[in-house]
């Protein structure tokens, strides 16, 4: 038990089509990155935020996009799905510098 | 190439074996995570590293931050220790750059 609850676990969507994923920080925790790992893969920086800000971002187009709120906890949001979006989607909170906790993730397939 | 490089990718171990996984990194790092993720997704954290050596229970793992190298080792390997294993090289920024992952299965 991380203290990181994602929401939902498995999602399916449709092409074209957007989403939104949901990740409760653990509490405390001002920062929050999420991640995108692809069946095989080891997970891809997405971007991250501190504070309500976002503070870097990954090789991602901007499509995909994000949201930090008081309490800390985060959104991710995909705009016109594809199908290569199908992965598992995984956020990570913590303070800065300090021992990083991980959700259990959010599988989602694009159809 | 990837900032971060782990072998094996794949291993096979009979129960009670020693088992290495190392991890390479070309990025400047503030720390190094030791990962484990299950069937179904869920990542947790084994260790931090930022220097030195670090143990709990059977595992233990070791950075070298000279040599941008890291090793995780599990002693007396258990069935129940198969998973992917990850390695992380944190940024100051907080960004990690993730291993592709070794995948452990340890054989009754």
């Known amino acids: 038990e991380t203290g990181v609850t994602q929401s939902p676990t498995h999602l399916i969507k449709t092409r074209g089509q957007q989403v939104t994923l949901r990740c409760s920080s653990q509490s405390g925790h001002n920062t929050v990155s999420w991640y995108q790992q692809a069946l095989g893969q080891g997970p891809q920086f997405i971007f991250q935020y501190y504070r309500e800000e976002e503070n870097g971002r990954g090789n991602f187009p901007p499509r995909f996009s994000g949201l930090q709120f008081p309490n800390y906890s985060s959104e991710l949001n995909v705009n016109a799905l594809e199908l290569d979006d199908s992965a598992l989607y995984l956020c990570?909170?913590?303070?800065?510098?300090?021992?990083?906790?991980f959700g259990q993730g959010t599988r989602l397939t694009v159809v | 190439k990837n900032e971060v490089e782990q072998s094996p990718q794949n291993l096979t171990a009979q129960e009670g074996e020693f088992i290495t996984i190392n991890c390479s990194y070309s990025?400047?790092?503030?720390?190094l995570h030791w990962l484990q993720q299950h069937p179904g997704g869920g990542i947790v954290s084994l260790f931090m590293?930022?220097?030195g050596k670090k143990k709990h229970g059977r595992l233990i793992a070791t950075i070298n931050i000279q040599e941008k190298h890291s090793s995780l080792h599990i002693t007396a390997s258990h069935p129940r220790d198969s998973a992917v294993y990850i390695c992380?090289?944190?940024?100051?920024?907080?960004?990690?750059?993730f291993g592709t992952g070794t995948s452990l299965t340890v054989i009754p």
């Open positions: 992380a090289a944190r940024q100051l920024g907080n960004q990690f750059y």
């Open positions: 590293l930022s220097s």
């Open positions: 990570a909170s913590s303070l800065v510098g300090r021992e990083a906790f």
């Open positions: 990025v400047g790092i503030s720390a």
